[in-house]
């Protein structure tokens, strides 16, 4: 690429204006729904290569409603700033005994952050995120954190309901889980279509977070439901079982990445 | 219709429970930017029908992000509870001088919503709707309740940008405006496609609203721009002068209508 | 409403220009799947009123890509003019032994035509068809009209899969279905939220059509499932089985209706 | 990558069945809307790197509404096979005075062939295009090919119309266009987040096509109308002239891709 043109990603232009995705860092801030649960490990080999390491069987379902900005211009025009998402959090054991986070799957409903995935490992697909927002009032509809509200967040793919989950809240303080827990490793590889017949080669690279901050976390009840897909995979984790879940809001800023150790 | 059948609207069924819209009380909780504005009455006769009213020339538009329930079952799968909507807000004066809203236009991004809007006057169209939410902590992508934090709205129609808005908090109380102030008159009527000539006779209605709770309104200097459009006719109203913006939570819930008093 | 307004629907304006739906005639052609079905009578009481007639047990459903104009602008701008949607079409037995078609359930992708089809008697409601398109060309691709090729349709309704259809050509000549070959009764009544206990009273309206053209009908094989939703109620025509399936494309037009002959 | 994993792209799994793009073959056809223009150069080194070539100011705008499959499975479940897209072709020449077409911007409205795209080097990012389809038979909403048939195509990104164009069919036999009738030179690279202040070193590209096989071209008048818009650079072109237009059917299949001869 000549040195002169700017785009981070494509379109390639002078400017680099038209770009999907501008230069990190990256700052968001969002509303999730967090459900921790147990996996089945058996089909674990499939889904994390032996290399990088094996499920321990912990995981999390995160529902998020993220807005993200680089420059804060995105605020002002909320199309280029807004999305959701449904994350499968593993967590994982390295060969030397580290744990880690994995993500084998992930779904949003936008370009720019499907890409930015793509360039920090998160394997993501397009799929469909609702989710019940606590609003700070007092109200039917409101689903306020209170003890006894409820709450609901569902992923569709491809237009089939893939995951179905519903909360109440207890009204006690809530835990971290999942991405919030543990740095999560991605994968990162795209193929070569001059060699057609080779899946890529992956790097495996940890991100640079910053100016983490979060609510309080707010303690749920949840039940949760992965539904039968013709090709979306999550049957490879079994029939996960729930073991805590939580509400809350977190910001957080991502300034790049940096090689997995080995 | 047999008594035996429940549906409140189509699809017509004896249980009723396919149908779009279920019978009220609605509740209704959502965030909203409100952009009060002053307008061109010059075309006002274009847009109120004379026996009903003039325009005054105060009007708000508000951006909502709406949850709805009936039982609380929505807020469980919320597909069927989150819509977003732009509102157009008119004061009107009537003949004997009492002062009402009035709503000539309002877009929408889900069908529930569009139809319980026709049941009350209110006549939408589907439109899409963003606005930047704020979010209760401290991050450069949370839009945080602040002095000097920034935030959007836009709409668009049949893909084409209409409204868009610019806010800046300004850490003041903010006022309650447009819909927010009165009651807003609804315009029900549907044409007989027995007789494909004539357009349809209006009733004049007014919403049984309950449980009004609302968080404290934030101030907010705004700038709004409206954009051409080959179809809407948001140019009867002239360049809207923006005159207040506030932002905040609201919830309420809808019992019914009553009849306008002549 | 003041006669100097012309709006047809909401909203109401004097010039009409925004109205989401134009006066008829309304011209529609379009890409048709048709799919016979035989379905169980045993829950007919609860979808078609008695006053009205009962099911046969015939039925068909039909997926449909439109193209819809009044005066031939919307094929200028097709945001307005095209959408895709599914019917289900069951035939009736009058009282007096007169046969006639029925649709309890349909949903599309649009909102000009979710309103027409209220309008008209259809219960529409918003929903995402998909279906394959036979192009004129032989290529792997383009499911050219040509025995042995195979097409696919699907409806989902609020991001739940609802309805699937897959077909072979057999290369025979097919069969108009359906309402291709028989009027369908339309519902019509909107509840009055001045009275939100009862539900509407219905008045029963055939269309008048004009301008009917076909090209020719392809025989298919096909199959069909019907899957399971929280809401929708096709589970009321137990499991339909397939009788016969064809394709092809219709234009028709619409210029008003007439009400049921009693 | 363990050899065991089969993913073609993210998700990575054993089986592969989840990956968004499955290894080429990819077998495509579609309806096709091509606006030739001529193009303003003056912008042309801040749209083309030198070192791979200079705009001759010929161009196209084509608008697609494809059907893609691999194994032919995408036609029995076509949410995974039909997009639209609208794309603009610009043809180079290469310092050796050879002469090949290059896309400097591409939207499409699904994830599959985004991703498949940027395998690619077409610049994808999510848009929304809407074309008329001429449909085989005569009636008023069908724009069969016919002399004086008009058709529309518009392509809007992040809800804001940014290209319009109309036509007229004059019945004559046309020319293909654009893409149709060069190879298309693409730009692959992503960049890397652990140096995440360099901009990605881009490989050139042909792309492996074969079973190309096309309807007769229908010869179109043509207006076109490239709006303003705040993140797209379509104002490098200049005022796009009109200078022919064709409408048709096309199937072609990629293999994958070679190394741009230097």
Redesign the interface.
Known sequence: ??KT??????????????A?VP??PW?????LINVGVRLDTTHG???V???LGRLTGKGCIHFAD????TD?SE????????YRETIVITEIERPDGSLYNYC???WVD??IS??RG???GW????G?T????S?????????KIKAGN?????L?V????LI?A?LTLTGRPGQPLGFLTNKVVG?????D?????A????HW?LPDIR?K???DWHDAEASLAVLPH????LS?LGTPEVIGASVG?????V?????LPE
Chains 1, 2, 3, 4 share one sequence.
Not at 27 to 31: E, K, L, V
Not at 123 to 126: E, F, G, I, V
Request: glycine share 6%.
């Open positions: 690429m000549d043109f700017a785009s981070f990603t494509a379109p390639f232009t002078a400017s680099g204006r038209a999907l230069p990190p700052h968001y801030a969002g509303w080999a499939e889904l290569p032996a290399r993220w807005q993200a900005t804060g605020l002002l025009d909320p199309v280029y700033s807004q084998p799957f992930i936008q370009d499907l890409l793509l360039l920090q394997p993501k697909k397009l469909t609702h989710m019940t927002r609003l700070p009032i007092d109200h039917a509809a409101a689903a409820r709450l609901g967040a569902s569709s491809k237009e089939r309901r179905e519903k994968a990162v590889g795209l193929p279509l001059t060699r057609p017949d899946p890529p080669r992956l690279v100016d901050v979060a609510s013709p090709v979306e995979e490879l809001w977190l910001g957080m800023s300034a790049g990445a940096t090689p």
